[in-house]
């Protein structure tokens, strides 16, 4: 199976109503010091606070009748989580959600207001794909990877349809990658209306797995880092998101921590929106890069807000 | 004088292009707590970070050329020096403002970064006016009231006429009160539009000039008191807005400082934005509110997301 422009504007047609069509959010001050004009998608402002519901709700409510009464599970940091339990709710069944401890309380807290089940881990000492596989063999649930799903792809990739639809001359987009569905799917759609357009990957300094697997050409992996961008610590890219992201991404762009919390301090004060660390990341590489010379039209993704109040203020104050 | 519909429509004219049309933001959470469907006007993407740019623009592009060139000057807690400020700027002049020396330290980096002049007075044992007079007399500027002013009135205005056009039926708007000019204006403009809809303020308990100035018939004084809503912390209702609040107001909502800070956290949770204690107050009155039972649309304005990081840390951590 080959991810197409067609899957994702079946998609679209899938979760219109559902989900959200998100703002483009601009700033004079960000395009000065840029030098280029910038394009903000605000999928902070999503259903459960981040895109992950479009790809959630894209794959699950393309299940039978019979295969979404079975539940749900999935091992995500969270936002995938909260995006699969809203899912479920909306669809009348039930979610499992394997969830690292040290994941921020408020996507915890959010998951089990959608109804879902929590179950924590220990990021650092367990095994999560045994773990995962051992909730979805007792409860019988289909599993619906964050990432490493075709349907969940092609409902990230609705992101890049709404920003091309709203501004059809982007010449890039850059997008924060973990295990690269979101990077997969808006890939696919935009160079499927815009062939010339560069999408390029955003990831921590100190977690580039994709980095490296993309200049080794097979899939590298990596002891779990200790990056603020809880969203983006995946061990290896997606086993169905790599071939993709091999083919259409220009390449990746890294930031430090210190530089995510500059831009999650850009947002606050000029923006005044809330961006969670893995959010901000693709802004922080924006930001620390040489100033643009020419013009050029820039898409970002500002994929979540999900963050507690008291580490907010840790990282920021 | 009368400030009309007219007025407002002209100065809707006059700031197209200039000011933004910001977005009316909702929530299902919030609806679903509140018992009514809620429309909340985001002032916070403003220019400058506060619906006041609407007001100064307004008020000071309507001079002549002549009169530009003198410069302004203003006191302001910040939020109107903003705007101002930018608005001199704009206009190829300058700007003094005279701001209270524990203003937030992000509205007076924003005024200097206008290329505004600002002078610091103590709120507590300084005459404001004596000194906003000295100011004016010194520098010959034109004084532009934070409130008492109609093209300023009229300028403020233009956020009801938005909300109306986006929300036709809207049933009553809540609306932070300090000097009174955006009540004055939006419930001109609301009800030139709308005659049926009710417009309320909203004040902190500790400030309720004009509550209490409502009741007895004449404008109170009160001694500037110390909420954490900085914007709103004015001595007395405005000479020229506080018959406008007079005529339109249905009344006055009152809420505690930590009623405003539970409706910032909700901002900042639940829709990922940032906005001012003063610009919070209005959804403070309602969460607190007991929870309305027949379905009712009620418009909100956020007038502003001006707030320092540690300031804001500091309230809501």
């Known amino acids: 199976m080959e991810l197409t422009l067609d899957h994702i504007r079946n998609a679209a047609d899938r979760i219109r109503g559902i ?87 408020a996507k915890i807290d959010a998951i089990k207001g959608y109804g879902g089940e ?70 696919t759609a935009a160079q499927g209306i815009r062939p010339q357009i560069e999408i390029w990957g955003a990831e921590p300094t100190l977690a580039n797995d994709t980095q490296r697997s993309l200049a080794s050409g097979v899939r590298e992996r990596q002891e779990i880092p200790k990056s603020i961008a809880d969203g983006l610590l995946v061990p290896t890219p997606g086993e ?11 390449g990746i762009r890294l930031a430090t921590d210190e530089e995510i919390v500059e831009a999650m301090r850009f947002l606050f004060l000029q923006m005044k929106i809330v961006v969670e660390p893995s959010g901000a990341i ?16 820039i898409g970002l993704v500002l994929t979540g807000g999900n963050v507690d109040l008291p580490r907010f203020c840790e990282l920021l104050a």
């Open 19 to 105: 989900a959200y069509p998100t703002p483009i959010l601009t700033s004079e001050a960000l395009n000065n010091r840029v030098g280029a004009e910038v394009f903000l998608k605000a999928e902070i402002f999503q259903r459960a606070g981040a895109f992950k519901f479009r790809g959630a709700y894209n794959a699950t409510a393309s299940l039978t009748r019979e295969e979404q009464q079975q539940g749900f599970a999935a091992a995500s940091s969270g936002n995938h989580g909260q995006g699969l339990a809203l899912s479920a709710k909306l669809l009348g069944t039930n979610a499992t959600i394997l969830m690292p401890s040290n994941a921020p309380q």
């Open 240 to 250: 169905l998101t790599f071939p993709i992201n091999q083919k259409r991404l220009a």
């Open 282 to 297: 693709g802004l922080a590489t924006l930001l620390n890069a040489p100033r643009r010379e020419r013009k050029t039209k």
């Open 118 to 187: 929590v179950v924590l881990y220990d990021r650092y000492r367990e095994n999560r794909d045994a773990l995962q596989a051992e909730i979805t063999r007792s409860r019988n649930a289909i599993t619906i990877s964050a990432y490493d799903n075709f349907g969940v792809m092609a409902g990230a990739g609705t992101v890049a349809l709404e920003m091309l639809e709203e501004v059809p001359d982007l010449d890039e987009i850059i997008i924060p990658v973990s295990g690269g569905g979101l990077s997969a799917g808006c890939a």
